[in-house]
């Protein structure tokens, strides 16, 4: 099974509490996803305060009009430094999410870590070759300039 990684930083000028409060709050998700994906949390186990063990299901369309559902669990959770989703049941073979803040003089510096595979071998290695990648990829370019958006005007507190 081929594994691909992505790799994304990003600064925003927020504390890193404001930062934490933001990413680890499952429901922000949806403000950060892009529309056309219809993404819609069915199910939060435990409320919306993040834990290890915290299961989140959702239906998001992986293709146009294509619904698909998704379990993630958070695994990990180093607060306010760290936290880790990972997918139980879904379109991915393996998905796997590091969420990373560190503070800077500007504010707050994320990292996000995403390793995935595809399942079908050869097909699916094709299929990412094909759009697959390009749609993570987009995903998280459309989410690096709602993000910019959204917390440009906020002031660093820290």
Do not use: C
Not at 15 to 21: D, H, I, Q, V, Y
Not at 63 to 91: K, M
Not at 111 to 129: E, H, L, M, Q, S
Not at 137 to 151: C, G
């Amino acid at each position: 099974m081929k594994v691909y990684n992505l790799t994304r930083q990003q600064e925003l000028p927020i504390s890193l509490p404001e930062a934490w409060g933001f990413f680890s709050t499952p429901k922000n998700l949806a403000k950060i996803t892009p529309e056309h994906m219809g993404f819609n949390i069915k199910y939060i186990s435990g409320g919306d305060r993040m834990y290890p063990g915290q299961i989140i299901k959702y239906i998001v369309n992986v293709l146009p009009s294509v619904p698909v559902r998704w379990t993630t669990e958070i695994t990990h959770v180093s607060e306010p430094h760290f936290f880790v989703d990972e997918q139980r049941f879904g379109p991915y073979a393996m998905w796997h999410h590091q969420h990373h803040f560190e503070e800077t003089p500007g504010g707050v510096l994320m990292t996000d870590i995403v390793n995935y595979a595809i399942p079908f071998g050869p097909i699916g290695r094709f299929a990412n070759w094909l759009f697959v990648e390009k749609q993570v990829k987009s995903i998280f370019e459309h989410r690096y300039k709602i993000l910019e958006d959204y917390f440009k005007a906020k002031p660093v507190t820290v």
